[in-house]
Nanobody, 128 residues
Framework: QVQLVESGGGWVQPGGSLRLSCAASGFTLDYYAIGWFRQAPGKEREGVSCISLSTGRTYYADSVKGRFTISRDDAKNTVYLQMNSLKPEDTAVYYC?????????????????????WGQGTQVTVSS
């Protein structure tokens, strides 16, 4: 079955960096998109970055453009989220999720409700 396992969260000072990993199994990655989402206490879950594993097309929320980079390692069936110049407002539980998109489809789902499969989440805390 579809399984996603996140890792790499932790505590970091403002301006620091972290790299999150999302290890995927149980499905053919080329037909799916993977998204990173986050949820801070008292706030709704929001999209951070997404990638189509079919076309390589990417999406970034305005709040993370220029600071975060999403990438893939096909040999490891893993998608990464490199987070640089972290700010206290980036503090949240980060989740990866996956949704089927079909092969070669240029569309990338970016909404929380467009993703049916989710990992368990990893905490990221940015503070001094």
């Amino acid at each position: 079955q579809v399984q996603l396992v996140e890792s790499g969260g932790g505590w970091v000072q403002p301006g620091g960096s972290l790299r999150l990993s999302c290890a995927a199994s149980g499905f053919t990655l080329d037909y799916y998109a993977i998204g990173w989402f986050r949820q801070a206490p008292g706030k709704e879950r929001e999209g951070v970055s997404c990638i189509s594993l079919s076309t390589g097309r990417t999406y970034y929320a305005d709040s993370v453009k220029g600071r975060f980079t999403i990438s893939r390692d096909d040999a490891k069936n893993t998608v990464y989220l490199q987070m640089n110049s972290l700010k206290p407002e980036d503090t949240a539980v980060y989740y990866c999720a996956t949704a089927p998109v079909g092969f070669g489809n240029s569309w990338i789902p970016t909404g929380v409700h467009e993703y049916p499969y989710w990992g368990q989440g990893t905490q990221v805390t940015v503070s001094s």
